[in-house]
Antibody, heavy 115, light 106 residues
Framework: EVQLVESGGDLVQPGGSLRLSCAAS????????MNWVRQAPGKGLAWLSY????????YYADSVKGRFTIYRDNAKNSLYLQMNSLRAEDTAVYYC????????WGQGTLVTVSS | DIQMTQSPSSLSASVGDRVTITCRASQGISNYLAWFQQKPGKAPKSLIYAASSLQSGVPSKFSGSGSGTDFTLTISSLQPEDFATYYC?????????FGGGTKVEI
C-alpha cells in the first residue's frame, strides 16, 4: 500500500524557517516524481513544487520561488521542503503527492506563520 | 500560467441525483487533466487522471470526459459519501494549476 507521511509542521514566526519531510513507503520511491501542494485555511489547493525521480528537474510556483527548496533523498525514501523567509500567507496545510497527477497524497502537516 | 475554471462553485443535490461538474482550461491541455475529491479535514483523494481514466479503487459511478479545454466530471448516482468538494487540475504545463473547487452539498 502506498503511504506518504508528512511531518515538520509547526508554529513559526514571520521571517523564520522550517523544513517539512515526507516519508514514502509501499512503492519504489526512486521511480516517481513528487510534488508539494498546500491548502490555506478555508481555501483551495495550490501546487507549490515538483521534483523528478532523479532530482534532475525541479519546478516552483512563483509564490515560493527563491524562498522554498524542494529536494529528495532516494536512499531514505524521503522528500523535503525547506521553507525560508516565511510569511503569514504561507500558513496552510502542506501535502506531498506522487506523480504529476497526484495519484497518492499524504495526510498533510500544518504550518502556521504568526508572531 | 494556465487558468482552470470550475463551475459551478457549489451545487445542491439529493441522493440518487446525477451530478456534472465542468472544468475549463484557459488553453489547450490535451487530456492532462485530473480530478480529486476532498472531504472536510481530510487530504484530497485522486479520482481520475488523463481526463477519463479511473484511479484504482474508485467506483465506476465516477466518470470523466473531455479533451483540449473543456472537461466534465460526472457522478452517476450521488450517495451520502459523495458529498464533498471536487477539484480539477491540469498537469500539461508547469506551474500545475487547480480549479477553484466545486462543493457538492445536500
Amino acid at each position: 500500500e502506498v503511504q506518504l507521511v508528512e511531518s515538520g509542521g509547526d508554529l513559526v514566526q514571520p521571517g523564520g524557517s522550517l523544513r517539512l519531510s515526507c516519508a514514502a513507503s509501499g512503492f519504489t520511491f526512486s521511480d516517481y516524481a513528487m510534488n508539494w501542494v498546500r491548502q490555506a485555511p478555508g481555501k483551495g489547493l495550490a501546487w507549490l513544487s515538483y521534483i523528478s525521480s532523479s532530482s534532475s528537474t525541479i519546478y516552483y510556483a512563483d509564490s515560493v520561488k527563491g524562498r522554498f527548496t524542494i529536494y529528495r533523498d532516494n536512499a531514505k525514501n524521503s522528500l523535503y521542503l525547506q521553507m525560508n523567509s516565511l510569511r503569514a500567507e504561507d500558513t496552510a496545510v502542506y501535502y506531498c503527492s506522487r506523480r504529476s497527477y497526484s495519484d497518492s497524497w499524504g495526510q498533510g502537516t500544518l504550518v502556521t506563520v504568526s508572531s | 500560467d494556465i487558468q482552470m475554471t470550475q463551475s459551478p462553485s457549489s451545487l445542491s443535490a439529493s441522493v440518487g441525483d446525477r451530478v456534472t461538474i465542468t472544468c475549463r482550461a484557459s488553453q489547450g491541455i490535451s487530456n492532462y487533466l485530473a480530478w480529486f475529491q476532498q472531504k472536510p479535514g481530510k487530504a484530497p483523494k485522486s479520482l481520475i487522471y488523463a481526463a477519463s481514466s479511473l484511479q484504482s479503487g474508485v467506483p465506476s459511478k465516477f466518470s470523466g470526459s473531455g479533451s483540449g479545454t473543456d472537461f466534465t466530471l460526472t457522478i452517476s448516482s450521488l450517495q451520502p459519501e459523495d458529498f464533498a468538494t471536487y477539484y480539477c487540475q491540469q498537469y500539461s504545463i508547469y506551474p500545475l494549476t487547480f480549479g477553484g473547487g466545486t462543493k457538492v452539498e445536500i
